[in-house]
C-alpha cells in the first residue's frame, strides 16, 4: 500500500530524495519512517516523523546528513539524503505506523504495520 520512488546510483558526497506514497489511504496515520538494508543486513532504522505533530526522530548514523519529512495534503513522505556516503546504500523502504509508537521504539520493525517495497540507493566511491 505504500510505494517509494527516488532512488539511483550517486556519487560519494552527492543526494537524493526520497518519496513514499500511499497507493491507496484506506489507513490512518500514527507515524512513518524509513528503514534500510544492506545486503547480508538487517533492516535499520533511519528516521521517523510523526504524522500529525511533525517530531522527528533520527538513526545517529545519519543525523545532520538525513531529513525525514512529510506532506500532509498528499500524504506523501520525503526523506532528503545529502553527503552521500558507500555505507548508505542498501534498499531503502517506507513504513507507516496506524498506531502509537513510543520513539524509544522507533527503530523496531515489529512496530509498523504497513510497508513500501523499496527503492535502490547506490553510492559509487
Known amino acids: 500500500q505504500l510505494q517509494a520512488s527516488g532512488g539511483g546510483l550517486v556519487q560519494a558526497g552527492g543526494s537524493l530524495r526520497l518519496s513514499c506514497a500511499p497507493s491507496v489511504r484506506t489507513f490512518s496515520t500514527y507515524a512513518m519512517a524509513w528503514f534500510r538494508q544492506a545486503p547480508g543486513k538487517g533492516r535499520e532504522f533511519v528516521a521517523r516523523?510523526?504524522?500529525?505533530?511533525?517530531?522527528?526522530y533520527y538513526a545517529d548514523a545519519v543525523k545532520g546528513r538525513f531529513r525525514i519529512s512529510r506532506d500532509g495534503a498528499t500524504s506523501t513522505l520525503y526523506m532528503q539524503i545529502d553527503s552521500l556516503n558507500p555505507d548508505d546504500a542498501a534498499i531503502y523502504h517506507c513504513?507507516?505506523?496506524?498506531?502509537?509508537?513510543?520513539?524509544?521504539?522507533?527503530?523496531?520493525?515489529?512496530?509498523?504495520?504497513?510497508w513500501g517495497q523499496g527503492t535502490q540507493v547506490t553510492v559509487s566511491s
Open positions: 516523523i510523526n504524522w500529525r505533530s511533525g517530531r522527528t
Open positions: 513504513a507507516a505506523a496506524s498506531g502509537y509508537i513510543d520513539s524509544i521504539f522507533s527503530y523496531d520493525p515489529e512496530r509498523y504495520d504497513y
